[in-house]
């Protein structure tokens, strides 16, 4: 009876050493056939790179939003001072002059924000993918993109924006056949003399109190006009600019500009035929905002794009203010007397 339960004993000693025995060789070899070779963190499946090339169109997307984001408090603060216009602290910073150096300022941070574009479109993919390859893809595949819409949108926009400037120059040149300046004459008024020092020795020299320019205009459409005028001579100088408005109707007018002795740095003017006196005029229509806005609307022939562009450069896309006119160039000539 002892000797059967011992060999039981052992019966079952030995079953359970085979049982346990068996189930760490089949642990082993789950564990070896799970870890003996595992897969790199940046092996992704074939599709994932279609994905992270795809991906790169979403820079249109987040690009815009930056912008957005960013522009807003410069917007706000712009509003204080035109210091915190982005474009005008670039073209600052890099020395930008003139119209050219505002367009150049105005690419630098185009293209700011499309780098930022695509380094956020980049951190997409990193969050989607997790992997630093894919996101490297993904800014180069964005940033193609971008040079792909810029290489079909700018032709385009180049275009449109010549036709445009050709559009707009044209509707200003009409205004060029308003009115025409004529021979321009001069009167003196007021004659006096008074002694001066001329190489050594006092001499009488006439002088006039008035130097008045004589300024023909032929007018073919009635309307307010603006003339201005500067006078030089080798005596006295320059004098300041000096405008005239006056309302003129269809035919021969005249509009006199009159310089005063207190405007001369001599209090006084000597005949411009003696001295080589020159005049510089120039011819303004003062159109009124309600008549440059029914002009517009009346247009039948330019693109309405166009003349939408037109009413905002001219300020009346919000409708007529308080400004009442506007200055049309007209015309400009110099008379050497």
Do not use: C
Not at 226 to 247: A, F, L, R
Not at 265 to 275: A, F, I, L, N, T
Not at 305 to 321: H, P, T
Not at 323 to 332: A, D, Q, S
Request: without cysteine.
């Amino acid at each position: 009876m002892a000797l059967h339960l011992a060999l039981g004993i052992n019966d079952i000693n030995f079953g359970g050493r085979k049982f346990f025995n068996h189930m760490n060789e089949n642990s082993n070899l789950i564990t070896e056939s799970n870890f003996s070779n595992p897969v790199p963190p940046d092996k992704k499946p074939k599709g994932g790179l279609l994905l992270a090339i795809l991906l790169g169109l979403l820079t249109f997307i987040v690009t815009g939003v930056i912008a957005l984001v960013i522009a807003i408090p410069f917007f706000f603060l712009g509003k204080v001072s035109e210091s915190f216009n982005p474009i005008v602290i670039i073209a600052g910073i890099f020395g930008l002059r003139e119209l050219g150096g505002f367009f150049a300022a105005q690419f630098i941070l185009i293209l700011f924000f499309a780098l930022l574009g695509d380094f956020g479109t980049a951190i997409i993919s990193w969050f989607i993918n997790r992997s630093k390859k894919l996101a490297t893809v993904t800014f180069f595949s964005a940033l193609i993109f971008q040079i792909i819409a810029v290489a079909i949108v700018l032709p385009a926009t180049l275009k449109k924006s010549q036709e445009t400037m050709n559009a707009g120059i044209e509707r200003e040149k009409s205004f060029e056949q308003y009115a025409t300046i004529g021979n321009v004459s001069f009167e003196t008024q007021e004659p006096f003399s008074e002694s001066r020092g001329i190489n050594g020795k006092l001499v009488e020299v006439s002088l006039f109190k008035k130097l008045v320019i004589v300024v023909p205009i032929s007018v073919s459409r009635t309307g307010i006009y603006q003339v201005n005028v500067q006078y030089s001579d080798s005596e006295i100088g320059s004098t300041p600019m000096k405008d005239v408005k006056q309302t003129l109707n269809v035919g021969d007018n005249t509009i006199k500009v009159e310089f005063l002795s207190n405007e001369s740095r001599e209090y006084g003017y000597v005949s411009p035929k003696s001295v080589g006196g020159t005049a510089q005029i120039q011819l303004s229509y003062l159109a009124s905002q309600q008549e440059l806005l029914d002009s517009l609307k009346s247009d039948n022939t330019t693109d309405p794009k166009v003349l939408q562009q037109f009413m905002k450069d001219e300020g009346l896309d919000q409708g007529v203010n308080s400004n009442p006119t506007v200055n049309k160039f007209v015309g400009r000539k110099e008379v050497q007397f």
